[in-house]
């Protein structure tokens, strides 16, 4: 449970209807197994000692004995395991028929959670759980608390609150797992016994992960499976693990266990933001012994890109949209005759042109309106000049060329500068010098700057203060440069127009081109200066997005990254990453609109608000142990 991972599991063991002897025997090594998993939570099929299809023998006093026994059973089994069980049986309380769930850890029962909502088939044998909370005395244990909505809380992770509720109960208008949540509940268990029909695995699927999004849980759902009376039904075992909208894990048909990680730490860290409500203490505590899990969830290298090629096109389409819409909207507010961008031909520039061209579209402007400026300098190579200038021709924009090295070394000699000196004042005068001319000829010809960097750049300050930094509308604001490459190659899949030039821009290694090239080739990689853009867009998300520690970050890169950089690599960037995060917000601090596209955003008037001093010592000192 370091760092906040809890494993968890669904089971969903073999059964046979009415033998609560048997069906004893896998629950408990249902639980053996689970533990010996790593789980500490696990979830089992409702009404799972007697089997959900025995109809009236719920009736029979044979049976509700042999429930009760076989909960005694599992109990005796199991007493010395600290997993803590969801145990589904009818249990007779005050008079009255339940179906509930025993919730159970190291021989003890924690607490009784009967079932809320019956579908009329079950409210044949079943009472609807009671308005109030009450005590029962059951199996030589007294005063276990008996109420729908119980909450469980672990003594050592103040993070960790379970609830535990039906598959009846998901459906329900109100169910009981939003008072649990309201309550303080993390993780949210669910005991079914719900027939497979065709489209009821869509139906509970959509249930599951949208219960979890919606309470900012974690969710294990667990259907009865195998064993259950075919009479009129077939159960297919279906089990999923969900925490906050995203499905870790699922299972179906197959019975088993079903075992994931859920991230407290990143639930804490949305209710934190998201509800501003301090919880309730849990109904009942329970100890966890704490050390660290083992993770089995998939950990995706690149967050900000999605995996699934059909939703990695839809995502770069949709936000070269979105940017398009904001950067036409400002053109038509401040009655601008022309877009002027710089237009280098590397991979920053190029997504702004192809965003101000589809803006210009929307518009049903020309593209003529779009001024793109190649501004040669010291260091600029013959290849990316000519993408720029075939870019610029393919798309049909106004293309002028301004050669800046003659006004940068006249700069050099009125500042006293010698230009065989190529420190930083040698590089930013050529990005400043490059700035003058766009904000000048925007004046010019009463338009906009449009800004080129993007996200990513925003993070580790790589940009020049009032040079590259500025412009009049940054349209790559909010668009980290992982993504920014696969815009890019979207567009160049769409338009073959446009196919070669882009393709010959994707394979250019990312550079500022302020250093002269060797041979006509790139002497300045970004990527060797600062680090690989994966890591560090790896660092932003969960930094921002989630606000990890640096050695939780570190964790989780090296499961994403391990087959791609050592540990003490990652380690060697991630230092990078915080130092240059912080020492740069003054930059962020005044950067110009743009158009925010995903929920990770740097500019000081939406998601991201931090003083220009902050400190980076705490986090400095827990690099240090690392």
Known sequence: MKDGFLSVACGTPDLRPADCHYNAEQTFTMIRKADKAGAKILVLPELGLTGSTCGDLFFQETLLRGAEEAL???????????????????LRVHGRLYDCAAVIQKGTILGLVPKTSLPDAESRYF??????????????????????ALTFSCESMPGLTLGFEFGGDLAALTPPSVRMARNGATVIGCLDAAPAMIGMDDRTRQFVTGQSLRLLCGYLYTGAGEGESVADAV???????????????????????????????????????????????????????????????????????????????????????????????????????????????????????????????LSGRPASDIVAVTMPGF?????????????????????????????????????????????????????????????????????????????????????????DHMSMYAVNASIPKTLVRHIVACVAEDSPELSDVLRDVLETPVSPELLPAVQGEIVQKTEDLVGPYELHDFFLYYTVRWGFSPGKILRLAVEAFGDRYARDIILKWLRVFCQRFFSQQFKRDCVPDGPKVGKVSLSPRGEWRMPSDASLALWRAELETL
Not at 413 to 440: C, F, K, S
């Open 235 to 361: 159960y297919g075992a279906h089990q999923l693990i969900s925490e906050n909208g995203a499905l870790l894990a699922e299972r179906r048909f197959d019975g088993g266990l079903l075992v994931s990680e859920i991230d407290l730490s990143r639930l804490a860290h949305e209710r934190l933001r998201q509800w501003h409500a301090s919880a309730a203490p849990g109904d009942v505590s329970f100890p966890l012994s704490v050390r660290e899990t083992r993770l089995t969830r998939y950990l995706p290298a690149m967050p900000f890109v999605p995996e699934s090629p059909d939703e990695l096109r839809e995502r770069c389409r949709e936000i070269l949209l979105t940017a398009a819409l904001g950067l036409k909207r400002r053109l038509q507010d401040t009655h601008s005759k022309a877009a002027v961008v710089g237009l280098s031909g590397g991979l920053d520039s190029t997504l702004a042109v192809l965003i101000t061209a589809r803006a210009m579209e």
């Open 127 to 148: 009472t609807p759980a009671p308005d109030t909370r009450c005590a029962v005395d059951l199996l030589g244990q007294s005063g276990v608390p008996f109420a729908a």
């Open 72 to 90: 005694a059973t599992v109990l005796e089994a199991t007493r010395h395991l600290e997993v803590v069980a969801a145990v589904g049986l009818p």
């Open 379 to 467: 260091g600029t190579t013959d290849g990316t000049k000519e993408n720029a200038v075939r870019l610029a021709e393919r798309l049909g924009v106004t293309l002028r060329t301004v050669h800046i090295s003659s006004s940068v070394l006249r700069h050099f000699r009125d500042i006293g500068h010698d230009p065989d000196l190529r420190n930083v004042t040698y590089e930013n005068a050529q990005a400043r010098e490059r700035t003058q001319v766009l904000m000048d000829l925007a004046n010019d010809l009463g338009g906009l700057v449009i800004g080129t960097g993007d996200l990513s750049e925003l993070a580790l300050g790589w940009c020049t203060y009032n040079g």
